[in-house]
């Protein structure tokens, strides 16, 4: 099983970024799937998440601004985001589970994360 995140940047307050996580090696309408970050200094936190029958769940901070959505056809995962600010500066990883829920240990398998940096 292979995670790929992609779709990482420097932007400037207010910006949007999407990425994108392609899959292989798994199942992939079967698996809910997420978006984790981690700041530097601090641990990593859940970011949005989506389940197999597409309902989805969001971290507050990022309710409103943030939207997570995936395309079973290309076996991908994406996390649009927009009004980004200095704060949602992290390195992203997306995950995958046979089921959703706040915490890492839910999830089975990780991509590799890529940066997104936002200025002020």
């Known amino acids: 099983v292979q995670l790929q995140a992609s779709g990482g940047g420097l932007v400037q307050a207010g910006g949007s970024l999407r990425l994108s996580c392609t899959t292989s090696g798994l199942t992939f309408s079967r698996y809910s799937m997420a978006w984790f970050r981690q700041a530097p200094g601090k641990e990593r936190e859940f970011v949005a998440a989506?389940?197999?029958?597409?309902?989805?769940f969001y971290e507050d901070s990022v309710e409103g601004r943030f939207t997570i959505s995936r395309d079973n056809a290309k076996n991908t995962l994406y996390l649009q985001m927009d009004s980004l600010r200095p704060e949602d500066t992290a390195v992203y990883f997306c995950?995958?589970?046979?089921?959703?829920?706040?915490?890492?240990?839910?999830?089975?398998?990780w991509g590799q994360g890529t940066q997104v940096t936002v200025s002020s």
């Open positions: 995950a995958a589970g046979r089921f959703v829920g706040l915490l890492e240990n839910v999830y089975e398998y």
């Open positions: 989506i389940r197999w029958n597409r309902n989805t």
